[in-house]
């Protein structure tokens, strides 16, 4: 059973990847990249993880009502192209790991520098 939901959630990622790109024409929702889709164990909810290059909560927030706005649209080209069932209720939350990983990155830089600058001084 897990190999199939596993199965699903690729299917899932890959078609919202091109709804997104070819089908959905909302300005809001050009900036995103979805990262990760988990669904639960009878497949009737699909959470959909997303992420943003910028950190603006008022784009986050404009990202979220461009989201909730276009989910029908969405789940209905999903259940066009998806071989199950019942198409899963689509539910979108914010991926911060991307940007959690660019600030460890940028503080891992940092003490790279630092580190630099202290040899620098001591030669």
Known sequence: MKHRIGRVEGEILRELTKILRKDIRDPRLSDITITAVECTNDLSYATIYYSLLTEDPAKEKEVAE???????????????????????????????????????????????????ERENKNK
């Open 66 to 116: 461009g989201l909730d706005k276009a989910k029908g649209m969405m789940r209905h080209l999903l259940g066009q192209t998806l071989t199950v069932y019942k198409v899963p209720e689509l539910i979108f939350k914010r991926d911060t790991s991307v940007a959690y990983g660019s600030k460890i990155d940028n503080l891992i830089n940092q003490v790279k520098k630092q580190d630099q």
